[in-house]
T-cell receptor, first 118, second 110 residues
Framework: DAMVIQNPRYQVTQFGKPVTLSCSQTLNHNVMYWYQQKSSQAPKLLFHYYDKDFNNEADTPDNFQSRRPNTSFCFLDIRSPGLGDAAMYLC?????????????????FGAGTRLSVL | RKEVEQDPGPFNVPEGATVAFNCTYSNSASQSFFWYRQDCRKEPKLLMSVYSSGNEDGRFTAQLNRASQYISLLIRDSKLSDSATYLCVVNEDSSYKLIFGSGTRLLVRP
């Protein structure tokens, strides 16, 4: 059974039209991540939430925003998609061990949302 | 210089062959190391963690050389189903951030 679920799997939007991608998890993990992956490139971290604390990567454009209303859900909002934002967007989760130790930061990925911008 | 570097391949090998991938990382403070597998147009999936003493999981063996800052993955008796991209991944324990290599593509032919 899928533990990190991303919807939709495929999303087509128009240039400049806001779009929201969603991610939910049944693992009860406290850390959630959003990555962007373009063809033949490594996944690039956009931001992550540690519990409710939002952590933005320095090179993530302002066009990308995120919301985490509760432990299970996290959203990626692209305010004005450009052609260069067409990519696979991956959500991942990880958890802390008791006592604050990181579980070797093993991350579990959703199947991704492939975004096309017309 | 990239933080995690891998030979992009592709490595094209016959079934049953043994193939090895190497990966180098630039940050000596890196503490956790992994190999992920990614099939075409799918999400990365954890293949194995890499421990200082080296570790084996069936046909897969991972090695870590901290002095030289490189990680290797050995696949024995390659199967057609091993065809995928293998991502080398490192993490500093003080950070939640995983640093991915661009991946090495493996093609196993009949």
């Amino acid at each position: 059974d899928a533990m990190v679920i991303q919807n939709p799997r495929y999303q087509v939007t128009q240039f400049g039209k806001p779009v929201t991608l969603s991610c939910s998890q049944t693992l009860n993990h406290n850390v959630m991540y959003w990555y962007q992956q373009k063809s033949s490139q490594a996944p690039k971290l956009l931001f992550h939430y540690y519990d409710k604390d939002f952590n933005n990567e320095a090179d993530t454009p302002d066009n990308f925003q995120s919301r985490r209303p509760n432990t299970s859900f996290c959203f990626l909002d692209i305010r004005s998609p450009g052609l260069g934002d067409a990519a696979m967007y991956l959500c991942a989760t990880s958890r802390d061990l008791p006592g604050g130790r990181i579980a070797k930061n093993i991350q579990y990925f959703g199947a991704g949302t492939r975004l096309s911008v017309l | 210089r990239k933080e995690v570097e891998q030979d992009p391949g592709p490595f094209n090998v016959p079934e049953g062959a043994t193939v090895a991938f190497n990966c180098t990382y630039s940050n000596s403070a890196s503490q956790s190391f992994f190999w992920y597998r990614q099939d075409c147009r799918k999400e990365p999936k954890l293949l194995m963690s890499v421990y200082s003493s080296g570790n084996e999981d069936g046909r897969f063996t991972a090695q870590l050389n901290r002095a030289s800052q490189y990680i290797s993955l050995l696949i024995r008796d390659s199967k057609l189903s091993d065809s995928a991209t293998y991502l080398c991944v490192v993490n500093e324990d003080s950070s939640y951030k995983l640093i991915f290599g661009s991946g090495t593509r493996l093609l196993v032919r009949p």
